[in-house]
């Protein structure tokens, strides 16, 4: 503790996880004035078939946008 | 916000998300009285080796329960 | 399971908390075809001070917009 | 999304939650190059009798560590 | 990490509350082979009013109970 | 309810998830003194590149150790 999670999109690269993990970190050492090292982080990766926004699946609503904008 | 996540068993048809982000999405904007826009879903799949009901896992459980009705 | 976790603001009446309850069983149960006897919900409620939305907490954003919008 | 949830100790002054909020959202959206208006915080509080650390809750283990170095 | 969350029914004692996070870690430390220092528990209380199970409120579900039941 | 999450690393025997959900299935039992047919628990499995811990990777915290003592 504290433990921290985290929700986003599938990270292809390991150094976004690694400086994902260390900005996380640091910013809640910082603002609670606690030491890193007693602070743990959890990355979920969630495809965008698993994701609604405003009632709609991600993998749909970018298919929407794509198509109002085809350049 | 508000943000809504579903733990429950895998689900093969894409249709069936969207029907689920839809209904999750306007249950909750009709009883917050929110507009749909800023509700977010979050699906979660579960194997049914890592769900465990009354101390048992689903795939012992179903398995037990099959049994005993062999029809 | 499934199991439905909903973070949102506070809710004040008992009856908003009736139907946010019903209306997300029923989504549920009929978008995976299950009986709504097996589905659970959890309402989490959140003071403003402790949600924050593009890097600011919702108390200062709805001071923000109100002094934007003075009528 | 992304969405960020923070279980910690609770906190006393606004200005920490501020803190944390503007530092956790800008870590996320360095890290995953995405504007941060689409990332949202939750902040959990924790009473110390309501967390264990090896096997312990924070409030007995705090009280053994003070017995152990009385000044 | 491992990091057990349990979401229940309010506790008033101390005593059970110490119990039940001895319980999980030391369950937890067996079936991982891990030792119990570098694993947390975080427990979660929640009002009945905030819990739906098939649907209804855990108060209203006690009511209707209590009813049908009456010594 | 009570629902029970528990975040952990990957586990490769089917033995183990049964042993892990028995065990905090009986735990949580004992302490609120409920019967386990209402518990449930769900476990998830953590790649080590998703885990931080001091704001280092699982991935890279494990290499960096296993450089320290070599044989």
């Given at each position: 503790?504290?433990?921290?999670s985290?929700?986003?999109?599938?990270?292809?690269?390991?150094?976004?996880?690694?400086?994902?993990?260390?900005?996380?970190?640091?910013?809640?050492?910082?603002?609670?004035?606690?030491?890193?090292?007693?602070?743990?982080?959890l990355?979920?990766?969630?495809?965008?078939?698993?994701?609604?926004?405003?009632?709609?699946?991600?993998?749909?609503?970018?298919?929407?946008?794509?198509?109002?904008?085809?350049?």
């Amino acid at each position: 503790m504290p433990h921290i999670s985290i929700e986003g999109p599938p990270i292809r690269e390991l150094e976004t996880k690694r400086k994902l993990v260390e900005g996380l970190t640091e910013a809640a050492a910082n603002a609670y004035g606690l030491r890193k090292e007693i602070i743990t982080v959890l990355i979920k990766e969630n495809a965008p078939e698993n994701v609604g926004v405003g009632g709609q699946l991600l993998v749909d609503r970018w298919k929407a946008e794509s198509e109002k904008s085809p350049d």
